[in-house]
């Protein structure tokens, strides 16, 4: 089946540094996913990408759907300790199950004051 | 908006116990999935719902049912619970392929 692979597993950085993380499919999305899950509940929609080459922003984060369709990053600019989390990328693939969507295993990022 | 809601927050079974947890939205999606998340893991799809009526299984449906009889509610049972149950679930119902999660149900199984 298909799968995402999502790096780095964890990071560790000092507050004020920019963070950067992505995802590599063996196949083609049509639509990628950033989420954020902090400890105790669901996670949250961060960025969604519709188009490949889309660049998008939410506030300190950016997000970009690779050219080939295949990868995704995103990118945290000036930490600070509240971006605590666990960041998962997740792509669609329309042709597939329902849309149905598929998740990599995480980024833990941990932020020192 | 409460958007995603999920009953209980925290539950302990026996082995070979029963139970049925609860998901509610309130934003109209028509589509609704069950996911469980182990530690370090990602999340992975028990089943899911395009619409009242329609249910299919995902990657890890077995040992696990559901039901949409309403647009509003998704229920997942456990009929005979194993330890291997023990995870936490997530309940999400989507609009344009986004989708929003409830807050979770820890479960644990003894």
């Known amino acids: 089946g298909q799968q995402l692979n999502q790096s780095p597993q964890s990071m560790f950085i000092q507050e004020g540094e920019d963070v950067s993380m992505n995802c590599t499919s063996s196949s083609i999305f049509n639509t990628w996913l950033w989420y954020k899950q902090e400890p105790g509940e669901g996670p949250v929609l961060l960025i969604a990408?519709?188009?490949?080459?889309e660049l998008t922003s939410n506030g300190r984060l950016t997000a970009q759907f690779g050219i080939t369709r295949k990868d995704s990053f995103l990118n945290i600019s000036a930490s600070i300790p509240s971006d605590v989390g666990i960041y998962f990328c997740a792509g669609q693939d329309y042709g597939g199950s329902q849309g149905n969507l598929i998740f990599g295993k995480g980024t833990k990022l941990s932020v020192k004051p | 908006n409460a958007g995603v809601t999920q009953t209980p927050k925290f539950r302990i079974l026996k082995i070979g116990q029963s139970m049925t947890l609860q998901c509610t939205q309130d934003?109209?999606?028509?589509?609704m999935y069950w996911y469980r998340q182990d530690p370090g893991m990602g999340l992975k799809l028990i089943y899911y719902?395009?619409?009242?009526?329609?249910?299919d299984k995902g990657e890890v449906p077995n040992g696990y049912n559901v039901s949409r009889s309403t647009t509003e509610d998704f229920p997942l049972r456990l009929e005979l619970a194993a330890p291997s149950q023990t995870s936490v679930y997530f309940c999400?119902?989507?609009?344009?392929?986004?989708?929003?999660f409830g807050p979770g149900t820890r479960l644990l199984v003894l």
């Open positions: 719902s395009v619409g009242a009526g329609i249910t």
């Open positions: 934003m109209n999606h028509n589509y």
């Open positions: 999400a119902s989507s609009y344009r392929g986004e989708q929003y």
């Open positions: 990408l519709y188009k490949a080459g």
